[in-house]
């Protein structure tokens, strides 16, 4: 069984930080970590993920050059940084790990239950 437990949502106004952060525990392996969100009225979508031991990152297209996403193996714990933040990043952000979920999921079916980044224009 995994656990995802995911912090650092607040509001913010535009153009500030956030760092998410996600605690994993159990048999999270090799997995791929990642983060997705769903902004309201608005389906679920990719974000970030990082993968492989040399730590393979991929992006959204609207996140790159302002997100980073990184993970200490020790702590395994997934961060995402999130820099020069827009309204439109919205949304309840999501940790994932895993590796027999859907392609839409880049295979990660574990979950946490989200945290919410509001930001202010």
């Known amino acids: 069984q995994v656990r995802l437990v995911e912090s650092g949502g607040g509001l913010v106004q535009a153009g500030g930080s956030l760092r998410l952060s996600c605690a994993a525990s159990?048999?999270?392996?090799?997995?791929?970590m990642g983060w997705f969100r769903q902004a309201p009225g608005k389906e679920r979508e990719f974000v970030a993920r990082i993968r492989g031991s040399v730590g393979l990152k991929n992006y959204a297209d609207s996140v790159k050059g302002r997100f980073t996403i990184s993970r200490d193996n020790a702590k395994n714990t997934v961060y995402l940084q999130m820099n020069s933040l827009k309204p439109e990043d919205t949304a309840i952000y999501y940790c994932?790990?895993?590796?027999?979920?859907?392609?839409?999921?880049?295979?990660?079916?574990?979950w946490g239950e989200g945290t919410l980044v509001t930001v202010s224009s």
């Open positions: 994932a790990t895993g590796e027999y979920g859907s392609s839409a999921n880049y295979g990660m079916d574990y």
């Open positions: 159990g048999r999270t392996g090799s997995y791929a």
